[in-house]
Nanobody
Framework: QVQLVESGGGLVQAGGSLRLSCAAS????????MAWFRQAPGKEREFVAA???????AFTDSVKGRFTISRDNAKNTVYLQMNSLKAEDTAVYYC???????????????????WGQGTQVTVSS
């Protein structure tokens, strides 16, 4: 079992920055990919970014150039640095982890084994 706990959400003005953290515990050595998804009110949960144990990253187009994802394997923590935030980034952000190593399905919500409880990010315009 793996437990994921997100932190770092909050209220920020448009153009501002936030850094989310996701601390993993349990059998973390089996988790190859860690990712961030988000869900806005009335919308489906969507992929934001992912990072492999070896450092390969992927981003959804809407956050490219604004968000970065990093991972500290020694601390079992993944970070999402969000810059130039927009009102449309408002959502609950979820951390996810999976054992599957294939990079072709990092965007697929159904391919993740463990999820955190989420942290709210609100961007005021």
């Amino acid at each position: 079992q793996v437990q994921l706990v997100e932190s770092g959400g909050g209220l920020v003005q448009a153009g501002g920055s936030l850094r989310l953290s996701c601390a993993a515990s349990g059998r973390t050595s089996t988790m190859f990919y860690m990712a961030w998804f988000r869900q806005a009110p009335g919308k489906e949960r969507e992929f934001v970014a992912a990072i492999s144990r070896t450092g390969s990253t992927a981003f959804t187009d809407s956050v490219k150039g604004r968000f970065t994802i990093s991972r500290d394997n020694a601390k079992n923590t993944v970070y999402l640095q969000m810059n130039s935030l927009k009102a449309e980034d408002t959502a609950v952000y979820y951390c996810a982890a999976r054992r599957l190593m294939s990079s072709t399905t990092v965007f697929d919500i159904t391919k993740y084994d463990y999820w955190g409880q989420g942290t709210q990010v609100t961007v005021s315009s």
